[in-house]
């Protein structure tokens, strides 16, 4: 007959049975040393493939030989991913040795990509390029060459300025090639027709690629020197018709505003620069005395040129509808895009005119493929835009100059009557303020019309794999300036 454990038997089983799960438990998650080997499924090596012990931050990556060395514990997963392959998670478990094959990602080898005049398989291409996708790209922005510095590698961006309609990017390709006076732009073709890329509609792309070396850009011969950019437009696909609509809201500012002297930091640095040469100070205390405390501003101007030409926001505005479809005689694109930004000055609407910085732009692209014959395709692309920029007569650059060179205390924006203060009108020290709202408008139109007829013929049934394909393209430009200028009379001082 079994005796009854007593209770301090109980309690001392209990306490026994937890310093050994508690002594198991601690040699589970004791860190050990786990090494092995990565291949793909053809058997090979495969380098820079991340291994990382899940919910941590201990990683390492394969070497040349696609081995790795990593501590981890029994109840750990090793978690093994790499660009182009399927990612995995392993259980360590009891292992000290684990071999793991990975799968390269679905098609991303058999992808097709644009190259020069046709394309390849991912796979099979040997010259250094970049792709976007075109995703990317789709931002609300007038010029999409402000959205490539950073994206692409070996790409190079550098924009000069941001007014609207006028603010586009200059574009290298893995530096500057071409000195003494020479253009180091590369090469943009758009459907394979040298065309900018200045006025296109982010949603109307479907491939943008950059050929950066001599073994992409050889069939171009000296034209492909600095580099080829390839853009093609979108096409139709089989199917019900698809009617896509997008539309972006957004808000534009200057990066940075630089910081200028106030009435009393001026004076102060101008009386400085006299008398440290052993001059009079050029004001008196009683003129400063008399600026800080506003006294009369039109004998003691203080004037914050910024504050008084720009605004802090300006808006942008982008909307696209496009239709896509077809069947397998035909496939349709469609698209009809407007764009809009308004710039960052204050014109105030003194005049009755109409001197807003703005950029209007509407953009139409057409694409329409056809199979003739089960050899014979012909395709026909129709894409225009029609533009508007409205500016002050006196440009941009000029009153922004301006602005950074007249003193705060030269002059206020207007004397009482409405007459203009100013300085010296064809040099130095004019007046900002009047330019930009009392010396007129400028208005520029554009329209350009891209067009592309190209037929393909497949002479497979006489030899595998031959074909031929002949292409013609008209373009059309037209630009209308008009330049409405007055100057008023000014009061110099």
Known sequence: MLKPISLFKKRWLLLSMLLLGA???????????????????????????????????????????????????????????????????????????????????????????????????????????????????????????????????????????????????????????????????????????????????????????????????????????????????????????????????????????????????????????????????????????????????????????????FKKRGSVRAANVNVSGGSDFVRYYGSVSYFDESGLMKTDNLQTYNADLNFRRFNVTSNVNMNITRTTKLDVGIRGFFSNINQPYISTQDIFGSAMSTPPTEYPLEYTGGFVPGKNPNGGYRNPWADLTRRGYSTEFNNQLFSNLRLSQDFGFLLKGFSATSMYSFDAYNTQNINRGKRRDLLFS
């Not at 394969?62 to 392959?85: C, H, M, P, R």
């Not at 922005?141 to 924009?159: D, E, F, H, M």
């Not at 972006?248 to 006299?274: C, H, L, R």
Request: net charge neutral.
């Open 23 to 309: 002594i198991n438990l601690t040699a589970q998650i004791e860190k050990q040393n786990i090494s092995g080997l990565v291949r793909d499924r053809a058997g090979l090596a495969i380098s820079n493939i991340s291994v990382q012990v899940q919910g941590s931050n201990v990683g390492t990556i394969t070497d040349a030989k696609g081995e790795f060395n990593i501590q981890a514990s029994k109840v750990d997963s090793l978690a093994f991913s790499g660009v182009g392959y399927v990612a995995q998670i392993v259980f360590v478990g009891n292992n000290r040795i684990i071999n793991i094959t990975l799968d390269a990602t679905q098609n991303s080898l058999n992808e097709v990509v644009v190259v020069g005049f046709g394309r390849q398989r991912k796979i099979s291409v040997v010259g250094a390029q970049s792709t976007i996708s075109p995703e990317e790209l789709n931002m609300p922005v007038s010029n999409i060459t402000t959205l490539l510095a950073g994206r692409l590698s070996g790409v190079i961006g550098v924009q000069r300025g941001g007014q609207p309609g006028r603010n586009g990017a200059d574009i290298w390709i893995r530096g500057i090639s071409t000195f003494g006076g020479g253009s180091s732009a590369p090469l943009v073709l758009v459907d394979g027709v040298e065309r900018p890329i200045d006025n296109i509609d982010p949603q109307d792309i479907a491939s943008f690629t950059v050929l950066k070396d001599a073994a992409g850009t050889a069939v171009y011969g000296v034209r492909g020197a600095n580099g080829v950019i390839l853009v093609t437009t979108r096409t139709g696909k089989v199917g019900k018709p698809t009617v896509q609509v997008d539309f972006s809201q957004g808000v534009s500012s200057f990066t940075q505003v630089p910081k200028m002297a106030d009435a009393a930091t001026y004076i102060t640095a101008a009386n400085e620069s006299y008398t440290a040469r052993g001059q009079a100070a050029k004001y008196s205390q009683g003129y400063l005395d008399s600026t800080l405390a506003g006294y009369d501003p039109e004998l003691f101007p203080n004037v914050d040129w910024f504050d008084a030409l």
